[in-house]
């Protein structure tokens, strides 16, 4: 008999979303905890989201345990009402949280935080996964307070030809020009999503912020944002590189069909004092 809902001790919620309610749960025998992702089957399919909660699974799936940033699947079961996905916990909740609280990140902490995105981005767009929904409160932090990438259930296994896939509109703040324009997404929405987040996390506040949703995407459309003094020059720089309205000219994208380069992200002079090697090894530095 494979595992089922009995072999956890479940506690807390940890979040709620349309289709499902993830729980702190704890491993009978192991001890071991985890987050566990539960969907109610009656509701998937009243509302036909059953194939929605079948592609995310896939996709953890494929993104299987290869990378310390992005969340991992260990076990997914069913029961007669729910589907239930057990997942790595991230006990430090969301990187949202870090930066309502201390107002903007350290540059030196901005700057490990957006190189661990990048490596993990790297990871994903390598197995033809694009996120679609990156933004602050899909990136969890871990005990060791390193990113843990979650959320997929708007992520997207891109077909074989690797390039292009329907529109999906994401968060107001962080969504792409081209996903406001009814075309279509690629691994690039991420690039400008990452932009976004890097701006976010430098600044303290949102790049793009009207006072209606509405007005949010027409400041996005007209690509109109400014940086406030004192902002890093070369932070200034990378951001300049991503928050570009044709997503094969963001830094990241490569010439067009090659899919991405992420190797010309981690060259950019921001991420100059990187070490890419001991990225996942090396203690976080202090958020202040
Ligand atoms: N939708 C999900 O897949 C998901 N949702 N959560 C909780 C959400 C809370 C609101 N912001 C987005 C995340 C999780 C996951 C994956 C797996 C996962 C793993 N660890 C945590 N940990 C948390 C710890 C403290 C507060 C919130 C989440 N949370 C999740």
Same mark, same amino acid.
């Given at each position: 008999?494979?595992?089922?809902?009995?072999?956890?001790?479940?506690? @807390?919620?940890?979040?709620?979303?349309?289709?499902? /309610?993830?729980?702190?749960?704890?491993?009978? /025998? /192991?001890?071991?905890?985890?987050?566990?992702?539960?969907?109610?089957?009656?509701?998937?399919?009243?509302?036909?989201?059953?194939?929605?909660?079948?592609?995310?699974?896939?996709?953890?799936? @494929?993104?299987?345990?290869?990378?310390?940033?992005?969340?991992?699947?260990? =076990?997914?079961?069913?029961?007669? =009402?729910?589907?239930?996905?057990?997942?790595?916990?991230?006990?430090?909740?969301? +990187?949202? /949280?870090?930066? !309502?609280?201390?107002? !903007?990140? $350290?540059?030196?902490?901005? @700057?490990?935080?957006?190189?661990?995105?990048?490596? %993990?981005?790297?990871?994903?767009?390598?197995? *033809?996964?694009?996120? @679609?929904?990156?933004?602050?409160?899909?990136?969890?932090?871990?005990?060791?307070?390193?990113?843990?990438?979650?959320?997929?259930? #708007?992520?997207?296994?891109?077909? !074989?030809?690797?390039?292009?896939?329907?529109?999906?509109?994401?968060?107001?703040?962080?969504?792409?020009?081209?996903?406001?324009?009814?075309?279509?997404? !690629?691994?690039? $929405?991420?690039? =400008?999503?990452?932009?976004?987040?890097?701006?976010?996390?430098?600044?303290?506040?949102?790049?793009?912020?009207?006072?209606?949703?509405?007005? #949010?995407?027409?400041?996005?459309?007209?690509?109109?944002?400014?940086?406030?003094?004192?902002?890093?020059?070369?932070?200034?720089?990378?951001?300049?590189?991503? +928050?570009?309205?044709?997503?094969?000219?963001?830094? *990241? %994208? *490569?010439?067009?069909?090659? *899919?991405?380069?992420?190797?010309?992200?981690?060259?950019?002079?921001?991420?100059?004092?990187?070490?890419? %090697?001991?990225?996942?090894?090396?203690?976080?530095?202090?958020l202040e």
């Amino acid at each position: 008999m494979g595992t089922t809902a009995d072999d956890f001790e479940f506690g @807390r919620i940890l979040g709620e979303g349309s289709y499902s /309610t993830v729980m702190l749960a704890k491993h009978k /025998t /192991t001890q071991q905890e985890y987050a566990i992702k539960i969907l109610d089957k009656g509701h998937l399919k009243r509302f036909e989201k059953l194939p929605t909660a079948l592609a995310e699974k896939n996709t953890l799936v @494929r993104l299987g345990a290869g990378h310390p940033g992005i969340v991992r699947l260990h =076990w997914a079961f069913q029961d007669e =009402w729910s589907l239930y996905f057990v997942l790595d916990l991230a006990r430090n909740g969301e +990187l949202q /949280t870090r930066i !309502s609280r201390m107002g !903007s990140l $350290s540059l030196a902490c901005g @700057r490990w935080y957006a190189a661990q995105i990048v490596d %993990a981005l790297g990871y994903m767009h390598s197995k *033809g996964v694009i996120h @679609r929904d990156l933004k602050p409160e899909n990136l969890l932090l871990d005990d060791a307070y390193r990113i843990k990438i979650t959320d997929f259930g #708007t992520g997207k296994i891109l077909d !074989s030809g690797g390039e292009r896939t329907k529109t999906f509109v994401g968060t107001a703040q962080y969504v792409s020009p081209e996903l406001l324009e009814d075309s279509e997404t !690629s691994k690039s $929405s991420d690039f =400008w999503a990452l932009g976004c987040i890097i701006y976010q996390m430098i600044a303290g506040r949102f790049a793009f912020q009207g006072l209606s949703e509405y007005l #949010t995407w027409q400041k996005i459309k007209q690509l109109d944002y400014s940086f406030p003094e004192g902002f890093d020059e070369q932070a200034k720089d990378l951001v300049q590189k991503l +928050l570009v309205r044709d997503p094969a000219q963001r830094l *990241g %994208a *490569g010439p067009p069909g090659s *899919g991405f380069d992420m190797q010309a992200l981690r060259a950019h002079p921001f991420f100059g004092s990187i070490n890419w %090697a001991t990225l996942w090894t090396d203690p976080v530095p202090p958020l202040e």
